[in-house]
């Protein structure tokens, strides 16, 4: 059906037959008697007749117009059809879905969105916020492209790159003994050891858990966590109340509540504050784009 619509792109060219409007059967690159026989298949397989025949001319019969006019538009339909996949294997068209945690809202994303938008116009966005715990296990059941979460160690069969790097930062109430202390002066990690804590569960995020741990057992105690939060920014909301101390990455005491007061540490503990993560295999054009606008450097 293609080759007999493939001529009305334009209107009775020299090559194509005046009294039906189908082509010879030399564009075709096809002899008449192969043509004839596809004809008639086509017609039995319908149970309509195309065509009238005579010994001089053949037209197209009413129903013969109609399916003609319908193969054009599904040649039509086609062809778009494969140009749209060009364009998606290309990454100028399709869906990205970016999954991320709310620090990474305010910080990264604005500028590697904004990038990505202007370079990829035809390209639907679909953002949504996710906790650390559930990010990696998105994109591993292909829930979403990419994830924006603390995530410090991976699974196998997921890549990770270092989005933005940090340092831990004690977090105080404004009430506590050393909140005075002169912003010139750091402290020692260790004259927190006997404060109550405000602490991030393991289940919560187990790589940024595990920097806290980490940073208390190089100061040579273990924390009283007393109190636990399901997030940064609840954690810095819960130091507010005046429930205790914590730690956490300098960059997210910017937006930090009324009534903490964020102290640097003699000891500088480094941390991999956010990672983007996305599947190791094929992660595909636009995913690729997207690392492009996102990772420094």
Sequence with gaps: MRELSHEQRAPA??????QTGLPHTHSLRMSQPPLSQAIRQLERQLGVQLLTRTSRSVALTNAGQVLLAHC??????ADRAAGAALQAQAGAIGVLRIAAVTSAFTEVLPRALRAFQD?????????????TQHGARAVLDQQVDVAVIRQSRVDPRLRSDPLRRDHLVAVVPTAHRLAATPAVRPIDLTELADDPWVWLPREVSPGYHDELVAACRAAGFSPDARHSAT??????????????????????????????????????F????????????????????????????
């Design 119 to 131: 370079q990829r116009p035809g390209v639907e966005l679909r953002v949504s916020e996710i906790d």
């Design 270 to 297: 480094d941390l991999v504050e956010l990672s983007i993560v996305r599947r190791a295999h094929a992660p595909g054009p636009l995913v690729e784009h997207f690392l492009q606008c996102a990772l420094p450097g």
């Design 72 to 77: 054009r538009s599904l040649i039509a339909v």
């Design 231 to 268: 997030s940064i920014d609840s954690q810095l909301a819960m130091v507010g109340c005046g429930l205790g101390v914590t730690l956490a990455p300098r960059t997210s005491t910017a937006r930090a509540p009324a009534g903490t007061v964020p102290l640097r540490l003699r000891q500088r």
């Design 13 to 18: 060219p020299p090559w194509q037959t005046p």
